[in-house]
Structures are given as C-alpha cells and as structure tokens.
C-alpha cells in the first residue's frame, strides 16, 4: 500500500452523500467491502503468516495460518537449524505414495 | 526453537491441494535421509513457527462496526474507483426506486459514468507497478571510441 495520502472511511462516505445525503452507513460499508473484494483479484496485497511445523503432521489448513483469506501462496520457507528461514522448492506433483494417518485425519472431507 | 534440517531447500518441499498446504520432508528422525519409496513424509520434528508463508490476500474486511476514523487498507491510487464503485451501486439502486422514468433513466446513465470510471481506475491499477522496483535505472550508452 502506498503511503503519504490515505483515505477513512468517513471521507469515503462524505464524498457519496454529497450525491446521496441520505445513504445509510452501514449500507455504504458493505458496498465498499464488495469493492475491496474485487480489488482482490488483483495480486496485489501481499502478507507474511508463521506456521507452527507439528510432528507427523503433513497438512496444514491454509485459514489456520491467517485470518485473512489466502487467495495465492506464492513462497515457502522453512526453519533451518541456523533459525534463519529458507526457502522451500515445491512439488509439482503432489503425489506422494504414502499420506501419513495423522495428516489424514486432520482433512475434513464433506 | 530452531529446525534441526540444515538443508530445508534439499529436504522439504511444499504443494497445495485446495484450502491445505502440504509439507513434507524426506528426513528421518536423526538426520539421515529417506529414499525410494515412501521417500516424502510428514516431519518428525515440532517446529514453532518453523515455516514462513508468503501469499496474496484479500485486504481486510471493514466492519459494520468500524469506526469511521479507520483507514482504507487500500493502495492510494483506489481511493477515488471506490467513491466511483459505491456510487455507481447507488445510482443503480436509485434507478430502480424513482417511478418517474426519466429520473430512472438519468440515475442510470450517471451509474454507467462511475462504473466506467471504476473500472478505468482498476484497469490502470492493475497495470501499474507497485513492486518498487520498477523503472528506469540507468542508461548506459555505446562507447563509440
């Protein structure tokens, strides 16, 4: 996000009732969260979340990371034994012979 | 803590299968190395905070309860197609609502305006680099000696 000017929300919502005086708040909050929505299909907004590695454990769900929805995970680095993060290659394939039962479990399959 | 692997970049690797990410590692517990089949498994080790995720998001979500003082969590340039996206909705709703029919037709008409003007301000946005490291660095001309 580019600094030096920003905008509140109240500057946005004084700006549409110069047009619409009587456009409820709440209503207006919820049509700039569609926006925002829309502006995320862009690669854009980029964040950094630490997982914890748990042992015998091969799946993490991507929500336990962030509360904020991951539309793209674009790198991976793993703790080396110096503490510094590396990064990690990753598997095109994804098929791996064996899935171990802990890992398993923790997929919930609907 | 720190990881015992000292090689991550050799001996784990990551994919994603829908809302998981999978990491695997082929090291056993001791440090020696798997191989052939069932090479890649879960890890043997609990590493707090032992992987870093880098990942696009959608920005955070304003609340119906959020003070107004809050600041957009939006790059700058997005400030005006916002106003022109909320807008362009209200003209829209406002077309719908009045029953004199050139009243509906100009809300939709000024709706039509905001909306191109959003997503001209989306179009540019989404050209525009943002990575700060763009541009021109320097020119370097032939030596013509």
Known sequence: MASGHNITLKEVIDRVRMVFPDAPEVYVKHLINDALVEISKYDTNVEHAKVDVVADKMWYTLSDAS??????????????????????????????????????SSITVN | MASSITYPDKHVMWWIVGDNIA???????????????????????????????????????????????????????????IVDYVKSKLFLDRAAQVSDVNAGQASLAMAGVHEGKWKEGIQKWAQVKRDKVGGLRAVRPFNFK
Not at chain 1, 72 to 85: E, I, P, Q, T
Not at chain 2, 32 to 60: C, I, M, N
């Open chain 2, 23 to 81: 990491i695997a590692t082929n090291l056993k517990s001791g440090g020696a190395t798997r191989s052939g089949r069932k090479e890649w498994q879960a890890s043997v080790e609990a590493v707090s905070g032992g992987v870093l995720l880098h990942y696009y998001a959608e920005p955070p979500k304003v609340k119906d309860e959020t003070d107004l003082s809050t600041v957009l969590p939006v790059d700058n340039s997005m400030h005006a197609p």
């Open chain 1, 67 to 104: 509360h904020r929805r991951v539309n793209k995970v674009f790198r991976v680095d793993y703790m080396d034994s110096d503490g510094d993060y590396v990064k990690i290659p990753r598997n095109g394939d994804g098929e791996l012979l064996r899935m171990d039962a802990t890992s398993e």
